[in-house]
């Protein structure tokens, strides 16, 4: 079997004073292989620009697998 790559996808479920119970916010088509450092540099610039505090982070991998 072939696998390859088709989409990641990155959900974050952050709270504020605005969201105190939380809300997800997703972001689709993130890179294919994205390293601990890639992440986190990525939720340290949502915190930043929005003042939220990260609660959970989910990344979600999607392949096509062909039958050789």
């Known amino acids: 079997m072939k696998h390859q790559f088709k989409s990641n996808k990155l959900?974050?479920?952050v709270t504020?004073?605005?969201h105190p119970d939380?809300?997800?916010r997703?972001?689709?088509n993130v890179c294919a292989n994205p390293s601990d450092e890639q992440i986190t540099s990525?939720?340290?610039a949502i915190t930043?620009?929005?003042g939220?505090?990260?609660q959970s982070i989910t990344l979600t991998n999607a392949q096509m697998i062909a039958n050789d």
């Open 11 to 13: 959900q974050v479920k």
């Open 16 to 18: 504020s004073a605005l």
């Open 22 to 24: 939380g809300i997800t």
């Open 26 to 28: 997703t972001f689709n």
């Open 42 to 44: 990525f939720i340290d």
């Open 48 to 50: 930043t620009l929005t």
């Open 52 to 54: 939220e505090t990260v």
